[in-house]
């Protein structure tokens, strides 16, 4: 029987990377029944909802998702589509590993960064109660709840467990925010305690942006609420080479939902320029999540081997080739 993953390619460069993705995967070997579900800005805004209810239902069917980008307007218009499936679907872990890519060109070539970035996924910040107070004043709230604190912590120390990591990291503001990041730092340390031979620590989140960009090679497993998460997970995503070529996962107890976490790009959208490496990346981290421990290891050691052989990859990473050339090379890689 095939897997049934529900596919959202997104708008912009989404259905370009989504479709070499598609191909790739397919070329593991491993049976998957792609149910395609069109969700774009125009559809959202015809629907007057971020995640209109046959996203939903797709997801309900399936349970798996494999996501490309959607185009998220700022300072106005709709609300972001990933914040809405994360909470409809109660995603609670963003899950971004973020490692060196041989051959792969940047500042820290002479480095080994591997590191994996757990994100409180549905409160915080992104909770979205705001109001103005008074004209020209406005209040945002910070929600952090125990229930959310420790799902994120303990989903951390189990994948450390399993993965066999031995450093974890949490990171807050609580000489600040006493109450809201206590909270979730004395969740941390309750979850450590059921885990004595992993070391763990805690670093201000100031101090540890500066630590990751001095020494990012000491970094192992990090756990953090949801605006530090989002924050320094681009962030480090910037010191292997940028979004382009990292992964990220949304992890629930009955979902799913694989998606690159780079933007639409519409400025270069349907011209075959677009770099599909962080959605196969993502496919590579759904297959595992299937238990296809072998065609994942195939597929991330094919893209591993086409950036180490420098050649065909696309612009964005200091190539000259388009979508299907870099794709085509990761198949024939496989085999």
């Known amino acids: 029987m095939p897997y049934k993953v529900?596919?959202?390619?997104?708008?912009?460069?989404?259905p370009e990377v989504a479709d070499a993705t598609v191909r790739a995967v397919d070329a593991t070997g491993v049976a998957i029944e792609w149910e395609r579900v069109?969700?774009?800005?125009?559809?959202?805004?015809?629907?007057?909802?971020?995640?209109?209810?046959?996203?939903?239902?797709?997801?309900?069917?399936?349970?798996?998702?494999?996501?490309?980008?959607?185009?998220?307007?700022?300072?106005?218009?709709?609300?972001?589509?990933?914040?809405?499936?994360?909470?409809?679907?109660?995603?609670?872990?963003?899950?971004?590993?973020?490692?060196?890519?041989?051959?792969?060109?940047?500042?820290?070539?002479d480095l080994k960064i591997d590191m994996i970035l757990f994100r409180e996924n549905t409160e915080d910040v992104y909770s979205g109660l705001e109001h103005e107070v008074v004209k020209d004043v406005v209040e945002s709230l910070k929600i952090i709840t125990r229930t959310a604190s420790i799902k994120i912590a303990e989903y951390?120390?189990?994948?450390?467990?399993?993965?066999?990591?031995?450093?974890?990291?949490a990171v807050h503001k609580a000489n600040i925010m006493k109450l809201s990041d206590g909270l979730f730092l004395r969740c941390c340390r309750e979850v450590a305690e059921?885990?004595?031979?992993?070391?763990?620590?805690?670093?201000?989140?100031?101090?540890?942006?500066?630590?990751?960009?001095?020494?990012?090679?000491?970094?192992?497993?990090?756990?953090?609420?949801?605006?530090?998460?989002?924050?320094?997970?681009?962030?480090?995503?910037?010191?292997?080479g940028g979004l382009g070529i990292v992964p990220g996962a949304n992890m629930g107890r009955d979902h799913a939902v694989f998606e690159a976490v780079h933007g639409s790009a519409p400025?270069?959208?349907?011209?075959g320029l677009a770099n599909p490496t962080a959605l196969m990346m993502s496919a590579g981290m759904m297959l595992t999540h299937l238990g296809?421990?072998?065609?994942?290891?195939?597929?991330?050691?094919?893209?591993?081997?086409?950036?180490?052989?420098?050649?065909?990859?696309?612009g964005d990473v200091g190539g000259n080739a388009n979508t299907t050339q870099f794709t085509d090379a990761v198949i024939a890689a496989m085999k």
């Open 292 to 314: 296809e421990h072998d065609a994942a290891k195939r597929l991330h050691d094919a893209i591993g081997k086409v950036y180490l052989d420098g050649k065909p990859l696309t």
């Open 6 to 14: 529900t596919l959202i390619p997104g708008d912009g460069i989404g």
């Open 156 to 169: 951390a120390f189990d994948y450390a467990q399993r993965m066999g990591r031995k450093k974890v990291v």
């Open 38 to 109: 069109e969700l774009t800005s125009k559809i959202i805004e015809a629907a007057g909802t971020p995640v209109p209810q046959h996203v939903l239902d797709s997801l309900d069917r399936t349970r798996l998702g494999l996501k490309g980008p959607v185009t998220t307007p700022v300072a106005g218009g709709f609300s972001s589509v990933n914040v809405a499936l994360r909470k409809k679907l109660d995603l609670f872990a963003n899950v971004r590993p973020v490692h060196t890519l041989p051959g792969l060109k940047t500042r820290f070539d």
């Open 194 to 240: 059921r885990y004595p031979w992993i070391s763990y620590k805690e670093l201000i989140v100031d101090n540890a942006s500066m630590q990751l960009v001095m020494r990012p090679e000491t970094f192992d497993v990090l756990i953090l609420p949801n605006l530090y998460g989002d924050i320094l997970s681009d962030l480090a995503a910037g010191l292997v």
């Open 267 to 271: 400025d270069i959208a349907g011209k």
